[in-house]
């Protein structure tokens, strides 16, 4: 049945000059959504994408009207996307002309690039965010002055919306995680806290069961076969020295030394000689860990009665480590061993209200920190040391959710409203560090001063100058780029490679990756250079697995900065973690290469394979395929033709790595044919030419991606259309400064959504 056209609608005046500006692109004529974009649309599309009835569920028919395209903006943009890719409509479908599909591919881009803004600024809201566990790990460090990765036990953070794992959309607080922190906080506090040695004496008539018979100065006598216990509680896990004094009422008398029911030691008592010494004594040397303990006493069967005085045991402490002592002295504001002067209670308020100041990342108020000091309290009617009471006090706070989660005032309405000083400080923080903010940091905020532009500006530049800016390259690129896992669950040094693929080629591999984007950051470059540079970063073992020259002048484990000779590894996509991570093992793969540069350094996922799809074909009448021959066979089947026409020379351009990002210029014994071609046309060749291409017809969608990936990491949160606004002020900002890292951290961090939030009804 024909369908007509929807009656034209009007627009607003604002959406109308926005397309007479833009949307002529080099038509010369102004181009009308419902008269002249719709109706291709309608006539090539409606089949497959009928409002409601949707085979692909994409159902951007729906926008009859120019204004419908606002409330599905990402959608739309796939659809300019595979448009000019050639990969819609289906080979089998109707297609367009040329002219009628570059007129819907540009009228869309310019519409969604012009009309970014319309809607207004943006702020959303940012739900509170768990740390992860690097955050956890660093704020422990920069809190308590240990750094010990009590975070490896806890269950892996997933990442989601836009791949990273700060997102507070993902990180849930399950049950085992919890079990993990609250054992964490003890090994803490442990790791961060010196307690006195332990001096235990008890009198052995105070044993349990209550003596009936002889006693005598705190001795008891014990019959053959009479056991008796007590309980202590031993702080710190180490090894301890029982020393028992005790006189055998016969010839002899055999024990056994038992904690916690199991024996520990053997002891054999005899008569005392008459020399005037009153006991015999004995000792043993136990391992024990934190926790009350039963230690037991009994008298074996078949000797004499014993008769047993006061029993002691004593720890053997270790050194106590520079490390130790630092940490002690952080949270105490005093030295090991040095006593509490005064009332402890008020010793033990100070410290809480200084330490659960720094963990809460905000001002508190002083009966924010009553329910620690009756943690503190128990232990002390235990007859704990001072330390061990500050122990349990101080791992309430690390298990408190103020702690655990970056919590935000709630947006109150729909209006948007700026963050506080000491919410801007932590965002800040955890954006570039990583971690709790600084002293600095807290300072500016305590003083109202941290929302100041310029103040906030020169506080980008200290932190990106800083080392510890390192932390942020590396979980940003290690993410974004999917490297992090290169050598252990991505292309996994295997034992049937590793006479060349060793763990640590694949160490430096990550490491080449992050190193680079961190240059970019501390030196202010620009960012297109991770598509393209004449340099990157190597020790000579890399550059030795690479068969570069420069190998012989590098130390073998130290990465220095490395001019290349020619364009083939500048960029990402000369870099062996990409490389190994988008192959299989011992095998190229086009197809997977071609994909990950459209979905992760374009932005634009490929859609899965259909369903059933074979194998590809790796022989025929005998004669090993090269790749290029198989996915020439591949691309038969018509059902796989349009993303293959796509992806497939992309990927062909990166053949001249192997597997692991080696060079080679064979494939069973034929030259590899490193060329190809864009649906659109452009041609290239090799990794230099397709890089080329890449910035000459990709570079808006690659600045795009760039700063989508790096917004939504910013932010914790995934991204959606309203986001636009502020995406594409970043890129205008961007443009006009030759593409300079440092213009988009601090773009960023200015943006209307890092400094504000807004309250998000559900239904949004």
Known sequence: MDRVAPTPRPVSFRSVAALMLSASVSFGVAVDYQNDIYPILDRLCYDCHEPGNSDGDIPFMEAETVEGIQNMRTVWRSVAFQIRNRTMPPPKKKQPTEEERELVASWIENYLRDTACDAGPYAGNVMARRLNRLEFDRTIRDLCGVELNFSESFPADSGTGEGFDNNGESLFLPPVLMERYLEAAQKIVDAAIVTPPLQWRKAASAFEPQASGYQKDGARRLAPGEKVNAYISIYVDGNYEVVLPGLASGNFSAINLQVDGLTAEKMVFTRRPKNGQRFDEK????????????????????????????????????????????????????????????????????????????????????????????????????????????????????????????????????????????????????????????????????????????????????????????????????????????????????????????????????????????????????????????????????????????????????????ALNDRTRGGVLGMGAVLALTSHHKKTSPVLRGAWVFDTLIGTPIPPPPPGVPPLQEKKKGKKLTDREQLQLHREDANCMSCHQLIDPVGFGLQNFDFVGRWRDEQHGQPIDTAGKFPTGESFSGPGELKRALLETRKPEIVRNIVRKLLAYGLGRGLDDRDDCTIRELELALEENGYRSHILVKGIVLSTPFRNRQFVPDSE
């Open 283 to 562: 000792r043993a040397e136990l391992k024990m860990t934190r926790g009350v303990h039963a230690i037991s006493i009994e008298v074996a069967k078949g000797g004499s009665p014993l008769e047993l005085g006061e029993i002691a045991l004593r720890e053997k402490p270790k050194a106590i480590t520079e490390e130790k002592a630092a940490s002690h002295q952080k949270i105490f504001d005093f030295s090991p061993g040095q006593r509490v002067e005064g009332d402890p209670r008020a010793a033990a308020t100070d410290i809480l209200m200084k330490f659960v100041r720094s963990a809460y990342r905000r001002p508190i108020e002083r009966g924010e920190v009553d329910r620690f000091l009756q943690l503190f309290d128990r232990g002390a009617r235990r007859g704990d040391p001072f330390e061990e009471c500050m122990k349990l006090a101080l791992k309430g706070v690390l298990v408190s959710p103020d702690f655990l989660f970056r919590i935000e005032t709630p947006p109150a309405s729909e209006a948007i409203q700026p963050i506080t000083n000491h919410e801007l400080a932590s965002r800040l923080s955890y954006f570039l560090w990583s971690t709790m903010p600084d002293a600095e940091l807290t300072r500016l905020a305590d003083e109202g001063k941290l929302n100041d532009e310029k103040v906030l500006t020169a506080q980008v530049d200290r932190m990106l100058a800083d080392s510890q800016s390192e932390v942020f390259a590396r979980a940003f690129i290690g993410q974004w780029l999917g490297t992090k896992d290169v050598g252990g669950r991505v292309a996994p040094t295997a034992n049937d490679v590793q006479k060349y693929y060793k763990p640590e080629i694949a160490a430096d591999m990550r490491e080449e990756a992050w190193r680079f984007f961190h240059h970019l950051l501390t030196d202010n470059r620009n960012l297109l250079e991770l598509v393209d540079a004449e340099y990157t970063f190597l020790t000579g073992r890399l550059a030795s697995f690479y068969e570069l020259p420069q190998a012989k002048k590098l130390p073998d484990a130290e990465f220095q900065k490395v």
